[in-house]
C-alpha cells in the first residue's frame, strides 16, 4: 500500500509561481511511475503531467496547456515527487493530485493510477 500526501498549494496571483510536493511511503517508490493530475469545479480530473520510475529512462511527459510551465521532478532519496508550476493563468486554478501507478506506465489515463493523494488547492487570481 502506498500512501500519498501533497502539500504547497495556495492562492497566488497570475504571472507567479508555486511548487506542489508530494511525500509518498513505501519502498519502491523509484520504481512507480508518478503524475499530477487536476480537477476544477464542474471538470473531469485532467492530466497534468508523468514521471516514470527511475530505471525506465523516460523523459517526462505534459499535458499540452502547461508544456514550457511546469515541471515535474522527483528525489527517489526523499519519496517525493515535485511539480514546479510557472506563469500561472487563472486557468490552472483547480485541485491537485498527486498519484502513483505501481506498473509504471505513466500514462494520462487517470484509470491507470492505483494510488492518489487527497489533492491540494491551487488559486490563480487575475
Known amino acids: 500500500q502506498v500512501q500519498l500526501v501533497e502539500s504547497g498549494g495556495g492562492l497566488v496571483q497570475a504571472g507567479g509561481s508555486l511548487r506542489l510536493s508530494c511525500a509518498a511511503s513505501g519502498r519502491t517508490f523509484s520504481s512507480y511511475a508518478m503524475a499530477w493530475f487536476r480537477q476544477a469545479p464542474g471538470k473531469e480530473r485532467e492530466f497534468v503531467a508523468a514521471a516514470v520510475g527511475t530505471w525506465s529512462g523516460g523523459i517526462p511527459s505534459y499535458a499540452d496547456s502547461v508544456k514550457g510551465r511546469f515541471t515535474i521532478s522527483r528525489d527517489n532519496g526523499k519519496n517525493t515527487v515535485y511539480l514546479q508550476m510557472n506563469s500561472l493563468k487563472p486557468e490552472d486554478t483547480a485541485v491537485y493530485y498527486c498519484?502513483?501507478?505501481?506498473?509504471?506506465?505513466?500514462?494520462?489515463?487517470?484509470?491507470?493510477?492505483?494510488?492518489w493523494g487527497q489533492g491540494t488547492q491551487v488559486t490563480v487570481s487575475s
Open positions: 498519484a502513483a501507478d505501481p506498473f509504471n506506465m505513466g500514462t494520462p489515463a487517470p484509470s491507470r493510477y492505483n494510488y
